[in-house]
C-alpha cells in the first residue's frame, strides 16, 4: 500500500525511529545545513498524481535553526523549505493544482489555533504559499473537521467570490458550528485550509466566533472566524477523507467510520482552479544583461517582459 506520510508532533522520540517506517526521499534534509537538519530525513518530499503536485513537508523542526516566536524567524522555514518548494515547482510547472500536506497548521479553528508558534507559522509560510500560488493545504494536529478560506494570503481574509454550491443547514454548536455544508472553492486568488478531523478517538471541538474573538491576543488573526468557510465541527467518530482528482476539481468526499465497519458520506466538497499557474521568479541572473525596455525571455519554460525597470509575466503580474 503507497503511504505518504510525514511528522508530527508526537512523533518525536529519542530514538529518532520516525524514518525506519518509511521509504521516502530524503534529497531535503541532506540539503539543509548539518547544524540544523531536521531529525527525520524522509519527511520532506514530493509527488505528481495526475494534475497536482503534491508538496510534504514538515513544520516540526522550524525552531532548529536561527529562529524564536518573539523575532518570527526561521532559517528553516524561510530559506530551505521556500527554496524547496519552489524547485520542486519548477521541475512540474505545468500541474494544474499544487497541494501541500502538513501535520500541524497554518490556520485552524480549535484547541492548535492559540499555540504560540501558530502566528510564526503564518509570518512565514503565507508569503511562501502566495508566490507558490498553493491551491489547498491539507493538516491535522486540531483534530476537527474545517474548512478555511480561500484565505487571501496578504489580507487574511476568505477571498470575494471564491465559494459557490454551499448547503445552508441547522448551526449545531458540536458538530457545524457554522451550518456549512459542501461547496465549490475557487483556489485563484487564495488557499483553502483543510482539516479532517481524526480518524482517532482524541478530539477536539471548534471553537466559536465570542471564543476566537477573545483569544486575539494568542492567536492575531482579525475576525478569525469568518475565515471558517464549509462544514466546520467534530463528526463525533472516526473520519477520512477521499480526495478525487477529476478533470474540472479536486472532490473531498469526507466520511465517519462506524465501529461496524460501515462508512458514512458526511461531507462532499470541491477545489477547482480556473487560473493558469505560474512559476515563482527566481530572479534574472541566467539572462544576458544588461537588458533593454521592452526585452522579452524567457526562464523555466515561462516567458517574461521587462517594462519600466520591472518584471511581468505574460498574465501581467508584476514578479520583479
Request: net charge negative.
Amino acid at each position: 500500500m503507497p503511504i505518504v506520510p510525514t511528522d508530527g508532533n508526537h512523533d518525536d522520540s529519542p530514538l529518532l525511529n520516525y524514518d525506519y517506517h518509511f521509504n521516502t526521499p530524503t534529497d531535503f534534509a541532506m540539503s539543509v545545513p548539518a547544524s540544523y537538519r531536521p531529525q527525520f530525513h524522509g519527511i520532506t518530499y514530493s509527488f505528481v498524481y495526475g494534475d497536482v503536485l503534491f508538496l510534504v513537508y514538515s513544520l516540526q523542526d522550524w525552531w532548529r535553526s536561527s529562529a524564536g516566536e518573539a523575532s518570527m524567524k526561521s532559517t528553516y522555514l524561510s530559506n530551505d523549505v521556500r527554496r524547496w518548494f519552489r524547485q520542486e515547482i519548477e521541475k512540474h510547472p505545468n500541474t494544474k493544482y499544487r497541494v501541500t500536506l502538513s501535520h500541524k497548521n497554518i490556520f485552524s479553528g480549535s484547541g492548535h489555533s492559540v499555540d504560540a508558534e501558530t502566528p510564526l507559522f503564518r509570518e512565514l509560510m503565507l508569503p511562501i504559499l502566495k508566490e507558490c500560488e498553493i491551491d489547498l493545504a491539507i493538516q491535522g494536529h486540531d483534530h476537527c473537521y474545517e474548512v478555511i478560506g480561500p484565505v487571501n494570503p496578504d489580507t487574511r481574509t476568505v477571498v470575494e467570490g471564491s465559494i459557490t454550491d454551499t448547503t445552508h443547514v441547522e448551526i449545531n454548536t458540536n458538530t457545524n458550528m457554522t451550518g456549512v455544508e459542501g461547496g465549490t472553492f475557487t483556489t485563484d486568488d487564495g488557499t483553502l485550509y483543510f482539516i479532517g478531523a481524526t480518524c482517532g478517538r482524541k478530539r477536539y471541538y471548534p471553537y466559536d466566533r465570542a471564543k476566537m474573538d477573545a483569544e486575539y491576543e494568542n492567536h492575531k488573526v482579525t475576525n478569525y472566524f469568518d475565515l471558517m468557510t464549509g462544514m466546520f465541527g467534530q463528526p463525533g467518530a472516526p473520519s477520512f477523507t477521499k480526495f478525487t482528482v477529476k478533470s474540472d476539481c479536486i472532490e473531498l468526499n469526507s466520511y465517519t467510520a462506524n465501529q461496524d465497519g460501515t462508512a458514512k458520506l458526511l461531507n462532499t466538497m470541491r477545489v477547482r482552479r480556473t487560473k493558469p499557474h505560474t512559476v515563482p521568479f527566481q530572479g534574472i541572473e541566467n539572462v544576458n544583461t544588461p537588458m533593454s525596455e521592452g526585452e522579452k525571455f524567457i526562464r523555466n519554460g515561462q516567458l517574461f517582459i521587462l517594462k519600466n525597470g520591472r518584471v511581468f509575466n505574460v498574465l501581467g503580474q508584476k514578479v520583479k
